[in-house]
């Protein structure tokens, strides 16, 4: 039980790590105003979100490819592009 709760924990560590930053940046060079005003808040719900989904979407943390899609993804979906 306990190498599961530390493989899920460095995961969910790697994914916050590894892809909020580059997310941040994006929606700062794409002048989203609302999230990027509030970015205590954004980081709150993004962490507690990671939390529920490390286990499915472990691949980002490890991969150059889907963490690229993921990060554009999410930005995408954030100013509500793709509608």
Do not use: Q
């Amino acid at each position: 039980m306990e190498i599961l709760l530390a493989l899920w924990f460095s995961t969910w560590t790697m994914l916050i790590y590894r892809t909020f930053w580059i997310i941040r940046e994006l929606l700062h060079m794409r002048n989203e105003k609302i999230i990027t005003k509030y970015p205590i808040l954004h980081f709150t719900v993004y962490i507690i979100g990671m939390a529920f989904m490390a286990p499915f979407v472990w691949h980002i943390a490890f991969f150059e490819e889907p963490r690229k899609r993921w990060c554009l993804a999410y930005a995408d979906a954030v100013m509500g592009k793709g509608k």
